[in-house]
Antibody, heavy 122, light 108 residues
Framework: EVQLLESGGGLVQPGGSLRLSCTVSGFTFSTYAMSWVRQAPGKGLEWVSAIGDSGGRTYYADSVRGRFSISRDNSKNTLHLQMNSLRADDTAVYFC???????????????WGQGTLVTVSS | EIVLTQSPGTLSLSPGERATLSCRASQSVSSNFLAWYQQKPGQAPRLLIYGASSRATGISDRFSGSVSGTDFTLTISRLEPEDFAVYYCHQYGSSPLTFGGGTKVEIK
């Protein structure tokens, strides 16, 4: 059974940092691209970032480029999102999502985690 | 950036009725790389359709997807109680990946 479990969310002040993690099981993590998708309270879905299977290629939405950094540790089946210079409009539930393909980031998402809430507020 | 416009915003229907959800792209979606997801309150999205018309594993054949140009449609042939939820379309043919604003299917 495929499982994705996010952690690391919480309350952080504007300008602060947070590191999210997503631990996966049930599939060969190292052969699939992964993404982070967020959902602000009561709003729709927004793709945030993606990383190829080997970790060599990363992709970002304009809204987070230069502030967020995606990475993965294939030896630990774990995906990370380092979030710096956080703003109030970064407040959202952050989902990790498994891409259907290995390379690139142009993929639909066949499995999702349950999400972790990030609240940016003073 | 490809903008996806979903309509209607809310669809009020009764169980057993047919639901037709629309997703219009602002420009051509490469290789019809468009997916549909279902999301219930407090849950993660669930993949229903990919490639505009291919059903995901385990998805009922009550769900079907179609495309005409830049207009994509998700049809639920006969609504079951568990189908009342929010549905999102998602294009993955070009960067940045984008989602539509969602259509809520509610019980009438």
């Amino acid at each position: 059974e495929v499982q994705l479990l996010e952690s690391g969310g919480g309350l952080v002040q504007p300008g602060g940092s947070l590191r999210l993690s997503c631990t996966v099981s049930g599939f060969t993590f190292s052969t699939y691209a992964m993404s982070w998708v967020r959902q602000a309270p009561g709003k729709g879905l927004e793709w945030v970032s993606a990383i190829g299977d080997s970790g060599g290629r990363t992709y970002y939405a304009d809204s987070v480029r230069g502030r967020f950094s995606i990475s993965r540790d294939n030896s630990k089946n774990t995906l990370h999102l380092q979030m710096n210079s956080l703003r109030a409009d970064d407040t959202a539930v952050y989902f990790c999502a498994k891409g259907a393909y290995g390379s690139g980031h142009s993929s639909y998402f066949d499995y999702w985690g349950q999400g972790t809430l990030v609240t940016v507020s003073s | 950036e490809i903008v996806l416009t979903q309509s209607p915003g809310t669809l009020s229907l009764s169980p057993g009725e047919r639901a037709t959800l629309s997703c219009r792209a602002s420009q051509s979606v490469s290789s019809n790389f468009l997916a549909w997801y279902q999301q219930k309150p407090g849950q993660a999205p669930r993949l229903l359709i990919y490639g505009a018309s291919s059903r995901a594993t385990g998805i009922s054949d009550r769900f079907s997807g179609s495309v005409s140009g830049t207009d994509f449609t998700l049809t639920i042939s006969r609504l079951e109680p568990e189908d009342f939820a929010v549905y999102y379309c998602h294009q993955y043919g070009s960067s940045p990946l984008t989602f539509g604003g969602g259509t809520k299917v509610e019980i009438k």
